[in-house]
């Protein structure tokens, strides 16, 4: 399975972009890597996932790098309703249904 | 369209007693997993249901178990509870091959 590797908490100030980093060094080609966030008191929501070539959508942005080793969630204008657990998580070989949660990165948004 | 819905949201038990948890899955979506997160931490693969069968299973003894029924909607059941099981229990939906998976609010269960 890849692993992945993410900061334990990161702070922004509102309305600035936040850059949220993770490292799966281990992944392999075909694996897709997702993006969930959970805010207090909620249960995790889909963000974003990508293969090889930066995505887009309406939440937010993800830069994949080139070796694919590395992916950047990037939010371009944090609101503070953006303060949340970020999760990057790559999908167990097996099939790409069956998340596998890391610790994630707590976010901070600072008014 | 109404999203995933868990119930109850909240429930006690004691040690060694049995519980049901119930999802209803989003419509259309065909495939449910379940999720165990105890506090601070990450979301935990248990199983997941697509069809009314088992489709993958994680690190979880066989007391806990789980149905789905042919309407999708899905049961979660734990025997013997220990007090370590105590957490929030989420369930996910998503339809076969999506890439999105849509999750409820999740129950929280304390074990005493």
């Known amino acids: 399975d890849a692993k992945t590797t993410q900061p334990n908490s990161m702070e922004s100030n509102e309305e600035e972009p936040v850059h949220l980093p993770c490292n799966h060094s281990?992944?392999?080609?075909?694996?897709?890597i997702h993006w969930y966030r959970q805010l207090p008191s909620q249960g995790p929501e889909y963000v974003i996932h990508?293969?090889?070539s930066n995505v887009n959508n309406r939440m937010a942005s993800l830069a994949i790098a080139e070796d694919r080793k590395s992916s950047t969630l990037i939010l371009h204008r944090a609101t503070l309703r953006d303060a949340a657990v970020y999760y990057c998580?790559?999908?167990?070989?097996?099939?790409?249904?069956?998340?596998?949660f890391g610790q994630g990165t707590r976010l901070t948004i600072n008014p | 369209e109404t999203g995933v819905t868990q119930s109850p949201t909240h429930l006690i038990k004691t040690r060694g007693q049995q519980v049901t948890l119930r999802c209803s899955s989003q419509?259309?979506?065909?495939?449910v997993s379940w999720y165990q997160q105890a506090l601070g931490q990450g979301p935990q693969f248990i199983f997941q249901?697509?069809?009314?069968?088992?489709?993958g299973r994680g690190n979880f003894p066989p007391r806990f178990s789980g149905l789905q029924f042919p309407n999708y909607s899905s049961e979660l059941n734990v025997n013997a509870l220990e007090l370590d099981d105590s957490a929030l229990y989420l369930c996910?939906?998503?339809?076969?091959?999506?890439?999105?998976?849509?999750f409820g609010p999740g129950t929280r269960l304390t074990v005493l």
């Open positions: 998580i790559p999908p167990l070989i097996q099939g790409a249904q069956k998340l596998v």
């Open positions: 249901y697509y069809r009314e069968e088992e489709n």
């Open positions: 996910a939906s998503s339809a076969v091959g999506a890439n999105e998976q849509f």
């Open positions: 419509s259309g979506h065909n495939t």
């Open positions: 281990t992944i392999s080609g075909t694996d897709y």
């Open positions: 990508g293969l090889t």
